[in-house]
């Protein structure tokens, strides 16, 4: 009996080390394949920006590449060094097919996103897209195998899933290094209309960041309550953000100072008696 245990330990004992070795020599296959696939992609990328290929596209099918060789990599190492059998491979991607294509259904359909994106070239690098209904815009940076990467203008980095760039709308600035500023104000009916355009128009004088090409201040809208007063300008894309606020401060600071009502929603009611 004790003969037995011991042989049964010294077969699991070599098995164990025998596993164990085999796992440390796949690991080991593994990051160099991997540092040298990298190595590689960086070598085929710079040839092909070199060339003057699109680097989102270039940068893409690299990409792809580089994973569909690492997958490919990890099955053979694993097969080859018997870690694991064939059959057992096959088994379990059978088994597991159904779960992890409903689990992966996101990634499946951000990875399609890519490939439209890809094909259709919306937008490349250096462009500046607005997508409005996630409310982000910036220039693109770079577009990967699941999300395309947005520097916005507050200079932060925004990865964004391939599939919300497909389904939504998009729109193009084609790296236009300007963009029309629109700002609308609200004025009381009773205001002195050519006065407050005049302001509006002293306001935009003293913004240097303006261009002063295509400056226009005029009616927008007659409102319920209120005339709204349209300012169409052109500014940097950069410091689109920070005229628009800072115009708005003057814009209300001046109307104050100038006694022009910016009037807000009310309801005057009026209660007729029969006496």
Same mark, same amino acid.
């Given at each position: 009996?004790?003969?037995?245990?011991?042989?049964?330990?010294? @077969?699991?004992?070599?098995?164990?080390?025998?596993?164990?070795?085999?796992?440390?020599? =796949?690991?080991?296959?593994?990051? +160099?394949?991997?540092?040298?696939?990298?190595?590689?992609?960086?070598?085929?990328?710079?040839?092909?920006?070199?060339?003057? !290929?699109?680097?989102?596209?270039?940068?893409?099918?690299?990409?792809?590449?580089?994973?569909?060789?690492? +997958?490919?990599?990890?099955?053979?190492?694993?097969?080859?060094?018997?870690? #694991?059998?064939?059959?057992?491979?096959?088994?379990? *991607?059978?088994?597991?097919? *159904?779960?992890?294509?409903?689990?992966? /259904?996101?990634?499946?359909? %951000?990875?399609?996103?890519?490939?439209?994106?890809?094909?259709?070239?919306?937008?490349?690098?250096?462009?500046?897209?607005?997508? $409005?209904?996630?409310? !982000?815009?910036?220039?693109?940076?770079?577009? /990967?195998?699941?999300?395309?990467? !947005?520097?916005?203008?507050?200079?932060?980095? #925004?990865?964004? $899933? %391939?599939?919300?760039?497909?389904? %939504?709308? *998009? +729109?193009?600035? /084609?790296?236009?290094?300007?963009? @029309?500023?629109?700002?609308?104000?609200?004025?009381?009916?009773?205001?002195?209309?050519?006065? =407050?355009?005049? *302001?509006?128009?002293?306001?935009?004088?003293?913004?240097?960041? !303006?261009?002063?090409?295509?400056? /226009?201040?005029?009616?927008?809208?007659?409102?319920?309550?209120?005339?709204?007063?349209?300012?169409?300008?052109?500014? $940097?894309?950069?410091?689109?953000?920070?005229?628009?606020?800072?115009?708005?401060?003057?814009?209300?600071?001046?109307?104050?100072?100038?006694?022009?009502?910016? $009037?807000?929603?009310?309801?005057?009611?009026?209660?007729?008696?029969?006496?």
């Amino acid at each position: 009996m004790l003969d037995d245990f011991t042989l049964w330990l010294h @077969n699991k004992g070599n098995a164990a080390l025998d596993f164990t070795i085999k796992l440390v020599l =796949a690991i080991i296959l593994f990051y +160099i394949l991997s540092a040298l696939l990298k190595k590689i992609a960086n070598t085929l990328q710079s040839r092909l920006d070199k060339r003057g !290929i699109d680097s989102i596209a270039s940068h893409f099918i690299i990409n792809l590449i580089h994973y569909a060789i690492l +997958i490919f990599a990890i099955f053979t190492i694993i097969t080859q060094l018997n870690i #694991v059998k064939e059959a057992s491979i096959a088994a379990l *991607v059978a088994s597991a097919g *159904v779960g992890v294509s409903l689990a992966m /259904q996101g990634a499946l359909s %951000n990875f399609t996103g890519g490939v439209l994106l890809l094909v259709l070239k919306p937008f490349k690098k250096g462009d500046y897209i607005v997508i $409005p209904s996630i409310n !982000i815009e910036g220039t693109v940076e770079e577009m /990967q195998t699941y999300y395309t990467t !947005i520097r916005t203008v507050l200079n932060e980095d #925004v990865k964004i $899933p %391939n599939s919300q760039l497909t389904n %939504n709308s *998009v +729109i193009n600035r /084609q790296g236009d290094e300007n963009r @029309n500023l629109l700002i609308k104000v609200a004025v009381d009916y009773n205001a002195d209309i050519a006065k =407050a355009k005049k *302001v509006l128009n002293e306001i935009l004088e003293g913004q240097s960041s !303006i261009l002063q090409e295509g400056r /226009q201040v005029f009616v927008e809208e007659l409102g319920d309550s209120s005339v709204f007063l349209g300012i169409l300008v052109t500014v $940097p894309v950069l410091e689109y953000n920070s005229v628009r606020r800072e115009l708005n401060e003057k814009i209300l600071l001046e109307f104050r100072k100038e006694g022009i009502t910016i $009037p807000y929603n009310q309801l005057d009611v009026h209660i007729k008696s029969d006496k």
